[in-house]
T-cell receptor, first 115, second 114 residues
Framework: AQSVAQPEDQVNVAEGNPLTVKCTYSVSGNPYLFWYVQYPNRGLQFLLKYITGDNLVKGSYGFEAEFNKSQTSFHLKKPSALVSDSALYFCAVRDRDSGYSTLTFGKGTMLLVSP | DGGITQSPKYLFRKEGQNVTLSCEQN?????MYWYRQDPGQGLRLIYYSQIVNDFQKGDIAEGYSVSREKKESFPLTVTSAQKNPTAFYLC?????????????FGQGTRLTVV
């Protein structure tokens, strides 16, 4: 079985400050990890993914995420938040070692960036 | 211009009716998925298909049906057996279910029961 937890329903940050959106995962094997963003009444847009190798992954729009195997975490970060970053963020996991599997998503974290 | 197209964007259904949501992709992806999104519950998998003429139930398949007669198309039918169908429905595709590739999503269909 695989699962994802996003412990915060909402994260508030002021524009220009660094932001972190938390994600922890559980898989029986090794994970593929993904972050997506969703704007109101729209589909999900892919931000970045961890496959293997370097634990720090850089993605679209200045976002990055750090894979921590010992803590089973994959937190999303950005050094300086923009008001336009306000959206719903989803973390997702797929078990790399299960042969085949679908993506399992967390419940999402709403990011609100204030001017 | 490659991508996934869902139609219609908004759909209204009377109680007791079946409705079909369209999903078409021109990305040449083998795998396609249907998710349901409800506030505070994230995305829940309804059905997925790894290849033409094959599909598998996801976590919440009851009251839904699908078909995969063509690689490009994966329509979802919401039947009258689905007790609470009002939700935002998202279709996605990926190269396959066995690779590390990301899924691409359509813009969604918002279904409301009236």
């Amino acid at each position: 079985a695989q699962s994802v937890a996003q412990p915060e329903d909402q994260v508030n940050v002021a524009e220009g400050n660094p932001l972190t959106v938390k994600c922890t995962y559980s898989v029986s094997g090794n994970p593929y990890l993904f972050w997506y963003v969703q704007y109101p009444n729209r589909g999900l847009q892919f931000l970045l993914k961890y496959i293997t190798g370097d634990n720090l992954v850089k993605g679209s729009y200045g976002f990055e995420a750090e894979f921590n195997k010992s803590q089973t975490s994959f937190h999303l970060k950005k050094p300086s938040a923009l008001v336009s970053d306000s959206a719903l963020y989803f973390c997702a996991v797929r078990d790399r070692d299960s042969g085949y599997s679908t993506l399992t998503f967390g419940k999402g974290t709403m990011l609100l960036v204030s001017p | 211009d490659g991508g996934i197209t869902q139609s219609p964007k908004y759909l209204f259904r009377k109680e007791g009716q079946n409705v079909t949501l369209s999903c078409e992709q021109n990305l040449n992806h083998d795998a396609m998925y249907w998710y349901r999104q409800d506030p505070g519950q994230g995305l829940r998998l309804i059905y997925y298909s790894q290849i033409v003429n094959d599909f598998q139930k996801g976590d919440i398949a009851e009251g839904y049906s699908v078909s995969r007669e063509k690689k490009e198309s994966f329509p979802l039918t919401v039947t009258s057996a689905q007790k609470n169908p009002t939700a935002f429905y998202l279709c996605a595709s990926s190269k396959s279910t066995v690779t590390n590739t990301e899924a691409f999503f359509g813009q969604g269909t918002r279904l409301t029961v009236v």
